[in-house]
């Protein structure tokens, strides 16, 4: 014999909870008598002008303060050289400076050796280098040929 059979054997099919006669019908009305009333909804006032306006008013204020920053820290760098009035025309000016221009005109894709290679053939004396580049070799580089 099974265990389920057993245990049905010994005691039975009928369960030992009941529910009283009745229950389920006055139940429900016993819970609604012992609940509070149920308020009524809130009434929604209006909102005032300054309610309304405050998130444009922040809003503004968040970018003038960014403005302001950014005001500070360009005076601050000391950077004056492209105007922002006429941001093309400054633009076009550094362009027409024949040391800018060719330094921007480099493929993108030539290779270090290649653009050392281009340099030093550009070049015929230590001199010239240090003159366009603004550097100076120390001392005892000063003999290299090129």
């Not at 309304?52 to 960014?66: E, N, R, S």
């Not at 050392?116 to 015929?124: A, K, L």
Request: some cysteine; overall charge negative; charged content about 30%.
């Amino acid at each position: 014999m099974k265990e389920e059979e057993k245990l049905i054997a010994t005691f039975g099919r009928k369960t030992p909870f009941t529910v009283p006669d009745g229950y389920f019908e006055s139940v429900r009305n016993e819970i609604e008598a012992s609940l509070p009333a149920y308020p009524d909804k809130p009434k929604r006032e209006d909102m005032t002008t300054w309610q309304k306006l405050k998130p444009y008013v922040y809003l503004a204020a968040m970018f003038a303060g960014i403005w302001c920053m950014m005001k500070v820290f360009h005076h601050a760098s000391g950077i004056d050289r492209i105007n922002l009035d006429n941001p093309p025309a400054q633009i076009a000016a550094y362009m027409g400076d024949p040391g800018l221009t060719d330094m921007m005109m480099l493929p993108a894709d030539m290779s270090d050796l290649e653009l050392m290679n281009e340099v030093s053939e550009s070049y015929d004396s230590m001199e010239e280098f240090e003159k366009d580049f603004g550097y100076e070799l120390e001392p005892e580089y000063d003999n290299i040929d090129l």
